[in-house]
């Protein structure tokens, strides 16, 4: 496969896209949106609030006779561990499903259970990489942001009622700007993470250590080709959920004029038909809202799935000129030609 710029990745995975999403099958479309929806989830970070319980006192729900409710305290424990584990599982199932997500697409399948079987081994040394590359990004921002902080806290005026002085609004502006640019920075981490480091451990087999490296090589090998790479998948991902909110707004319009017709012809059949019509009249409107939350959260997973299907073929046709492996899967090389030996002919 030929190496791609980040202009010419565009039509091959428009076309990889609808490879995969034709024919059109509304139990495709769920489950293949559910997948991508799951491995979108897997690049968030969950983790449980932290907090002790709150403060014994004389009155409240926190005070016992003895001081502290210990009944309390085990709500707050119970509750901390089960959103815990809920959080583990939740980084678990999102982390694979984003090995699941890049070999369906790299290999155009829509069967779930051969590329989940093929994740297990390299989804733990992914999760510890994007854990470690989180913990380093918070230490980061978080030393830049200390210094305009502190200043910030020493130039507020002493009582509420004098006004700040200019050196408080710049250094708001500073925390602001620093903010924005730390978001930023993190975003691009994320993606080169997914985009880049993902695909050698996945299709390479490559250790975590000896993805990252490959990964800086290509970085400092291609600056300019993966900066503009960056700024066509920012611009795609701002024009991608201007569409998709534009999608989810007109399918809302549609759910909403049979579900407004439905309910006001339950409404004129059934108020005033005594207490059980009204009884019937209440239930009906709850079964017409669940059906029409149901249809919209459809509306949600396919439109949804149908971005970040094309938004990881974008990626994987943008590295796959780099990768062997993968590139071989896009586009595979012709079956070679072997030309036969001359042969004498024969007079019979």
Not at 30 to 35: A, F, I, N, R, T
Not at 131 to 142: E, S
Not at 303 to 315: D, E, K, R, T
Not at 321 to 348: K, N, T, V, Y
């Amino acid at each position: 496969m030929r190496t791609l710029s980040a202009t010419d990745a565009f039509t091959p995975a428009i076309e990889r896209t609808k490879a995969i999403l034709r024919p059109f099958s509304l139990k495709l479309w769920l489950k293949l949106g559910l997948v991508a929806l799951i491995a979108e989830m897997g690049m968030q970070f969950i983790f449980p609030p932290v907090g002790g319980p709150p403060h014994s006192s004389s009155s409240g729900i926190g005070a016992s006779a003895g001081g502290v409710n210990p009944l309390l305290i085990t709500v707050f424990v119970v509750a901390g561990v089960v959103m815990a584990i809920l959080g583990l599982a939740l980084l678990y199932f999102g982390s694979r499903m984003q090995l699941v997500l890049m070999e369906m697409v790299a290999t155009r399948s829509t069967l779930v259970a051969p590329s989940w079987r093929n994740a297990g081994p390299k989804t733990w040394p992914w999760i510890g990489l994007k854990l470690l590359c989180f913990v380093i990004a918070i230490a980061v921002v978080g030393a830049i942001v200390a210094v305009p902080l502190i200043y910030l806290f020493r130039s507020m005026p002493p009582n509420s009622t004098a006004q700040p002085n200019p050196a408080f609004w710049g250094s708001f502006f500073l925390i602001f700007t620093t903010i924005f640019v730390a978001v930023f920075v993190l975003l691009i981490v994320i993606w080169a993470l997914r985009d880049f480091v993902l695909p050698f451990m996945l299709f390479e087999d490559a250790k975590v250590g000896a993805a990252v490296s490959r990964t800086v090589d290509l970085i400092r090998r291609e600056t300019g080709s993966v900066l503009f790479y960056f700024l066509m998948k920012f611009a795609f991902t701002m024009a991608a959920g201007l569409a998709a909110e534009l999608c989810l707004l007109a399918a809302l319009f549609v759910i909403a004029i049979p579900t407004g017709i439905i309910g006001g012809g339950f409404w004129f059949a059934l108020h005033n038909a005594g207490e059980f019509g009204i009884l019937l009249m209440y239930v009906s409107f709850g079964l017409l809202g669940v059906a029409s939350l149901a249809v919209f959260f459809t509306a949600i997973i396919c439109i949804g799935g149908a971005v970040l299907i094309f938004n990881q073929a974008y990626a994987l046709y943008f590295i796959g000129g780099r990768i062997p492996r993968l590139g071989d899967l896009l586009e595979p090389p012709p079956p070679p030609f072997f030309e036969g030996s001359p042969q004498a002919l024969s007079p019979f």
